[in-house]
């Protein structure tokens, strides 16, 4: 199949980027490659048309486009971690651990993008910054990432946090690590056969073979207030943890008629196993009514961001490349 080359100019050294690749491609792999487009551009495009005219005389392959720099353009990250937070006058503090195994970070997106929500990341060597709410996140490694946190001494942040009226929420594995123990014993996730929890809340977790992965329907009913009781959401499992005790008899969610996490009797602690809790709006604006009751922040609407930001990017691309020439391409 055809193969264009795209390289970002805004990193530096793009023509040899774009010559040093195609140098090391076998023949055959070479003649797939039927062009380039340069990203991220800033400046004069006439300052650059002659490195343009050298690199398709050097390759004899065209340079089919020059996209430029999009400030502010905001897309789905795929692996890497988006840090991207800016905000003038927070009216809500939300602090999320970086754990060296966190899984699904794009369940903070639609925080990430909130001007009203200041966002932080907590990195390794730094202490948990003052804040309404914590989030434990995702893990690919529970037992790795909860000796992480004890190491940097979280879980005694964590409890003075709480005890100064903050809220923490736990999301799969987060949620996991709140209870009293985490047990594997058939070594599915690393060779340590249990771990002590946090022991916030009266369950323990058992992680399986079987892996839950499936999309789901629910509703919150975690919350007395009426504002942010039984909100209707969408949202997805994926784990290997079985949760049981005491605490799961106060329900975050039901899945249909199925319980899901808890709540604390005091309302400060919650933990569920479904991601994307703060993909749809409705659903956000009862989590952050939650952590802050007198907030007046307005949640942003993850999809309709996501329209906007593909059709900015379309439009640019429909101006700055060669469309014809690469829908011939891919036809021939």
């Given amino acids: 199949c055809p193969v264009v080359i795209i ?5 530096g050294g793009v023509f040899a980027h774009l010559v040093g690749t195609l140098a090391l491609l076998s023949p055959s792999e070479q003649a797939r490659v039927k062009g380039f487009v340069i990203n991220r551009f800033r400046g004069d495009m006439g300052l650059l048309q002659s490195g343009l005219d050298w690199l398709e005389n050097e390759t004899g392959k065209p340079v089919l486009g020059v996209l430029p720099y999009l400030h502010d353009l905001s897309l789905d990250a795929e692996d890497a971690l988006s840090f991207a937070n800016v905000t003038d006058n927070a009216e809500i503090d939300i602090a999320v651990l970086l754990l060296p195994h966190i899984s699904n970070h794009t369940d903070f997106d639609s925080l990430r993008l909130n001007p009203a929500v200041n966002l932080v990341y907590v990195r390794v ?6 804040a309404d709410l914590i989030i434990l996140p995702g893990s690919k490694n529970v037992i790795g990432d909860l000796n992480f ?3 940097q001494g979280w879980a005694k942040q964590i409890r003075r946090h709480l005890r100064y009226g903050g809220k923490v929420l736990g999301i799969c594995g987060g949620y996991q690590m709140l209870g009293r ?3 594997d014993p058939l070594g599915i996730e690393s060779s340590q056969a249990q771990i002590d929890g946090l022991s916030l809340a009266e369950f323990t977790t058992t992680l399986r073979a079987e892996k839950a992965l499936t999309q789901v329907s629910a509703t919150l009913v975690a919350f007395n207030d009426s504002q942010s009781s039984a909100v209707e959401f969408s949202g997805y499992e994926i784990h290997c943890g079985q949760s049981q005790g005491p605490a799961l008899e106060r329900p975050f ?16 602690i919650a933990g569920t196993y479904l991601h994307g809790l703060f993909d749809k709006p409705e659903m956000t604006q009862a989590l952050l009514h939650w952590v802050k009751p007198e907030t007046t ?17 379309a439009r640019v691309c429909e101006r700055h490349l060669a469309i014809e020439k690469i829908i011939d391409i891919f036809e021939e």
């Avoid at 969610?253 to 400060?268: L, T, V, Y």
């Avoid at 922040?297 to 990017?313: I, K, M, P, T, W």
């Fill in 125 to 130: 060597g730094e202490e948990l910054p003052a």
């Fill in 297 to 313: 922040v307005a949640a942003v609407d993850l999809d309709e961001h996501r329209e906007q930001q593909l059709e900015r990017l």
């Fill in 149 to 151: 946190l004890n190491q």
């Fill in 181 to 183: 123990a985490i047990y």
């Fill in 253 to 268: 969610a039901f899945i249909g008629k199925s319980p899901d996490g808890f709540i604390s009797e005091d309302e400060q």
């Fill in 7 to 11: 390289a970002d100019i805004d990193k």
